[in-house]
């Protein structure tokens, strides 16, 4: 493959040469730091970011999930799409690519959050997780 008289591997397209609309159809799952509220919840943050690294304004469907010892409902961004608080959601952000999770666990211990697609979702890059710690 050639891109401007130039070899390229397979899958390594340079960013900026890609179609805007293409960039739109991916996003990145990126992870606030969990805020202890008292010591059975803790708060923590999704954000959506484009290919840049830059947040993405835009409403996407995903599915959370955590271990069975805690729960998960939404907090002031983003909406529950099915049954909540449980311990694996399906959550819509807000339209700036928000959304609140609040973490529910009555145990010592450490949740590991991961997000992923569902039906409805993007392209997205959900490599990162976020542990939250309740103590």
Known sequence: MRLDGKAIKAGSIPL????TE???????????????????HVTVE??????????????????VTCDSRATLSVGAHGTALST???EDVIF???????????????VNTTITLAAGPTQGSPMMDCSATVNVVFA
């Open 92 to 106: 819509q952000t807000d339209a700036d690519g928000l959304l609140d999770l609040v973490v529910e666990c009555d």
């Open 84 to 86: 909540a608080p449980a």
């Open 46 to 63: 999704l954000q959506l970011k484009d290919l840049a690294g830059e947040d993405l304004a835009a409403s996407k469907i995903l599915r």
């Open 22 to 40: 293409m960039q739109a159809r991916f996003a990145v799952v990126s992870w606030g730091t969990p805020e202890v509220v008292d010591g059975s």
């Open 16 to 19: 900026d040469r890609l179609e």
